[in-house]
Nanobody, 122 residues
Framework: VQLQASGGGLVQAGGSLRLTCAASGRTFRSYAWFRQAPGKEREFVAA????????YYSDSVKGRFTIARDNAKNTLYLEMNSLKPEDTAVYYC??????????????????WGQGTQVTVSS
């Protein structure tokens, strides 16, 4: 399984970015985005669970970010709008088969992309 994340960059507050994660290999039940800011632990951003059709967001991004997946291309997206300086972090895509209670936990994911840097200036 290989995951290739891209789309990060430098953007001003209020701007938008679209992250892409291209996956190869077998498919999984849950596809997620996490982020990690300097000196902080990796935190959950959003997840999409294939079988249940569930979409999950952290409270900090709900209403601003949208997660989507193209099944045919096995590609995961994260549309980020109204970006804030506190969104600055390295964003990672992850895949796995977590039970519902672990959808928001990094321990629920087996494979990770290399990360893409998102920097939001004030």
């Amino acid at each position: 399984v290989q995951l290739q994340a891209s789309g990060g960059g430098l953007v001003q507050a209020g701007g938008s970015l679209r992250l892409t994660c291209a996956a190869s290999g077998r498919t999984f039940r849950s596809y997620a985005w996490f982020r990690q800011a300097p000196g902080k632990e990796r935190e959950f951003v959003a997840a999409i669970v294939k079988s249940a059709g569930g979409i999950y967001y952290s409270d900090s991004v709900k209403g601003r970010f949208t997660i989507a997946r193209d099944n045919a291309k096995n590609t995961l997206y994260l549309e980020m709008n109204s970006l804030k300086p506190e969104d600055t972090a390295v964003y990672y895509c992850g895949v796995g088969n977590p039970i519902v209670s672990y959808v928001r936990a990094s321990e629920g994911y087996n494979y990770w992309g290399q990360g893409t840097q998102v920097t939001v200036s004030s």
